[in-house]
């Protein structure tokens, strides 16, 4: 095809794979950090308390709503101006957990609200404790309807690190940037990050489908 | 320097920048929605090969990150002798991948139409055409415009990519503006709350004012 070099390809494709250890690395950790938080945040908005609610729920909507990519110059540059630096890592993960966390604090939400209330009033009945209630009965009526959501999320934070390429952080993209500037060849490399995507995420999400078949079955729910 | 020193000197950069993201994202939506709406309708397609083009389209765009997808329609594209200005690789770009993403919810939303309609239209003699435009497509239309809301909001937060290709969007202001003043938090801040106005109280009140509309007219109101 075209100028394509396969010499050339071979030559960065070692690169290329060490760079894709990084974007799962950050996607993973990423991830990580917004199961947790996303928990938080869902849980905080069913607290009696009706501003802390609102307040949850403002704040996952400006997340929700506003670019990654300007929150992770946010995390990154505003820090120093009060003094505080933080690496480019350190700052992508915050930015990309933020951001994963109030779109996975939906996914709960939506799960958390499927349990029909019956099944609270009778955790009350039997006079289980509030914690005994949420993480023998609730959560796990509310993982099977929350799994696809996560799933579906874990593929779109791994589809986002690019992003971090613009702090620096050195992920695929950014190898791919460096590879291009230093031998002006841009096919190649921009064509291989695409090609690994593929590669990665296709399979992910096909696995992700059947994982989440393989819950349902194991909970009795189809 | 008080914030509203920093308002007064860089608000009309802002603007400009605001006034770039807008154009980004009304052209990007129009082509998402075109391409949304042909690969929607030739995944459904009864011919393999129609569908299968449809299909890997599909997967493609969804499978890979828009920023690559950017880059390599910026940068490798003019290899192939199609050199495209930065606006326009911009929004080609954003449409492209969101497209891809639309094309499922109209899938979705056409055969979520009820089966007794297509019976019925095909008993009252309609070509295949007529019984899509006039008949199944406008259902689906209506059953399909709530997740159009959050796919725009996608679009729009999308549309921020395109200041790494120099596009003079609203990001791209507010890291010039960033560069100059080391005034980070204002910069950021600024824009961040630009961008979720424009979703929050522009595209979101519009597509629920386009949700009634139809609803009304469509009789279900």
Known sequence: ?222 | MSYLEFLAEFGPRFVDGSVVTAMQTVLAAALAIAIAVAMGLMRLSRSVPVRWFATVYIEIFRGTSLLVQLYWIFFVLPLFGISLEKFTAGFVAVGMNLGAYGAELVRGAILSVPKGQWEAALALNMSPAKRMIRVIFPQAFLNMLPPWGNLLIELLKGTALVSLISVADLMFESKQINSTTFLSAQAFGTALVIYYVMSRFVITPFMRWLERVMARKMGRA
């Open chain 1, 1 to 222: 095809m075209f100028d394509w070099r396969w010499d050339f390809t071979f030559e960065i494709l070692p690169r290329l794979l060490l760079a894709t250890v990084n974007t799962l690395m950050a996607a993973g950790a990423g991830y990580a950090i917004a199961v947790v938080l996303g928990l938080v945040l869902a849980l905080a908005q069913r607290t009696p308390y009706r501003a802390l609610t609102y307040a949850v729920r403002e704040l996952v909507e400006f997340i929700r709503s506003t670019p990654l990519v300007l929150q992770i110059f946010f995390v990154f540059y505003v820090g120093p101006q009060f003094g505080i630096r933080l690496a480019p890592w350190t700052a992508g993960m915050i930015a990309i957990g933020l951001h994963y966390a109030a779109y996975l604090s939906e996914v709960y939400r939506g799960g958390l609200e499927s349990v029909p209330k019956g099944q609270w009033e009778a955790s009350l009945a039997l006079n289980l404790s509030p914690a005994r209630t949420y993480f023998r009965i609730i959560i796990p009526q509310a993982l099977p309807p929350s799994l696809a959501g996560m799933g579906n999320y874990l593929v779109g934070i791994f589809k986002d690190t690019p992003m971090l390429s613009v702090i620096g952080v050195a992920e695929l993209m950014h190898t791919a940037n460096a590879i291009g500037s230093e031998s002006y060849r841009f096919l190649e490399p921009y064509t291989l990050v695409g090609v690994i995507f593929l590669a990665i995420s296709l399979p992910t999400a096909a696995l992700i489908r059947v994982f989440e078949a393989w819950v349902r079955r194991q909970l009795g729910m189809s």
